[in-house]
């Protein structure tokens, strides 16, 4: 009885547990979830729903994307549809209206919302991925490309570009911010593209200077707020060269350029004295790679960029290295000055205080900086031997510049328009007004010691 009863039950087969049911009840589950968070978009088709998306602004799509994760599925969809491209991807760059500022910050408005909604909507993708992803959506767009556009001088889509990167990666961190960069270098091909115009003859590739000019400055550089990201971009552009190729392409980037078809002007820097237009850019980026933003550059490293700065593609002429330093603030201009007296180039040191003397006639600074810059750079020497010298040393420039420039008067009888004439003019004035300044110096202190 026990065997059979024993038998009889082990026949009896098993009910297997019912895990598939579970599995798929956990599955509806889910899709229901999903289909929850669409809200009532859920008994819309996909097509009502992207029809819907066309009666919304940027903006108003962008505040949608961050209902829920299934809603913003849908928008990315969307996004890569063409209806989706032909409604976001605006590409009016060159109306001729837009030089009315009214459509230019109108398609740059766009573009920046467009930049805030595709990064609500890749906000759960690794950054890598959303760099495709963004790629994939902005490569139609020729204006967009280094090479892109026909017109690249009266063509605002870089600036477009610019802004919409701006808006995608603000906030990430400084190493997501690296692998940005690198996206974008490979992308463009940007290294062999510079690896060509700094070691070429200058002005040999004029197109491509302008190029890498145009897209450095309107994508990387123009349209950050802080001074501290475009420290960033700017030491990533620069800093994989060696110094000479860094000074060649920072003059490419912030260098004169002229106004008929935007070339630089390589010999802008030679041929004359130059004014302050064509030197700010410069004088910009050497104060922002000198400030506390840039941890990456000692001062050190700035001051070898501004000699390497002031023979490309030659020597510039003294007036306009005076010119850029001054540009450039006090600190800078100390440093600079300081290195000269500390590594024994009293003779250089005189001849650019003499030219800072005559820039600051001529472009009317107060003569009392001049004076109280070479204050400060004599307490820099060591021993009152080296400081008499340096003294000794301005007074003999001062003559043999005026000398030369009266010499150049008289060979070319000059007229009162000659520039050789009107150089001579003020370096006279500068010289009798720094001298002045230095003798109510000496009184005041004459005074006060009594």
Not at 325 to 341: D, E, P, V, Y
Not at 356 to 385: G, H, I, R
């Amino acid at each position: 009885m026990t065997s059979s009863a024993g038998s009889s039950c082990s026949s009896i087969p098993r009910q297997k547990p019912r895990r598939s049911s579970r599995r798929s009840c956990h599955d509806l589950g889910r899709e229901s979830q999903a289909l929850s968070a669409l809200g009532d978009f859920q008994t819309f088709p996909l097509e009502i729903f992207q029809m819907v998306l066309n009666y919304l602004s940027v903006k108003d799509i962008s505040m949608l994307s961050m209902v829920s994760k299934a809603i913003g599925s849908r928008l990315i969809n969307y996004i890569s549809t063409s209806s989706g491209t032909r409604r976001l991807l605006l590409q009016d760059f060159h109306s001729p209206q837009l030089p009315g500022r009214k459509e230019e910050t109108s398609i740059l408005e766009h573009y920046k919302s467009l930049g805030l909604l595709l990064k609500r909507c890749t906000l759960l993708l690794p950054t890598r991925e959303r760099l495709k992803y963004v790629h994939k959506v902005l490569s139609g767009v020729s204006c967009f490309k280094l090479n892109g556009c026909a017109s690249p001088l009266h063509c605002l889509g870089l600036q477009c570009y610019g802004v919409f990167l701006q808006m995608l990666i603000a906030g990430w961190d400084e190493l997501e911010r690296h692998r940005v960069f690198n996206f974008l270098w490979e992308l463009s091909n940007l290294a062999r593209k510079v690896q060509t115009v700094v070691s070429s003859k200058p002005g040999s590739a004029r197109k491509l200077e302008l190029r890498i000019r145009l897209f450095c400055r309107a994508v990387l550089l123009t349209p950050w707020s802080h001074r501290s990201d475009s420290a960033f971009w700017l030491t990533r552009i620069l800093k994989p060269w060696p110094m000479v190729n860094q000074a060649r392409l920072l003059y490419i980037i912030f260098g004169p350029m002229s106004s008929l078809d935007g070339h630089v002007v390589w010999q802008k820097m030679i041929e004359g004295p130059t004014d302050e237009t064509s030197l700010k850019g410069l004088a910009d980026a050497i104060k922002l790679l000198y400030g506390s933003e840039a941890r990456e550059w000692t001062a050190d490293d700035v001051i070898s960029l501004v000699d390497e700065l002031s023979v490309v593609p030659q020597e510039w002429l003294m007036e306009n290295s005076a010119r850029l330093l001054l540009l450039s603030g006090n600190s800078i201009c100390f440093t600079i000055m300081a290195s000269k007296a500390v590594n024994g180039r009293a003779v250089e040191l005189a001849r650019l205080m003499v030219f800072m003397v005559l820039v600051c006639e001529k472009d009317l600074y107060c003569m009392d900086w001049a004076v109280k810059m070479m204050q400060k750079v004599c307490n820099v020497f060591s021993t009152p031997w080296e400081r008499n010298n340096f003294l000794q040393c301005l007074e003999n420039t001062f003559a043999h510049i005026l000398m030369d420039m009266l010499q150049a008067v008289l060979a070319g009888k000059a007229g009162p328009e000659d520039g050789n004439f009107l150089n001579l003019f003020h370096l006279v004035n500068a010289h009798a007004n720094f001298h002045k300044e230095i003798l109510y110096m000496a009184m005041v202190n004459s005074s006060s010691t009594t």
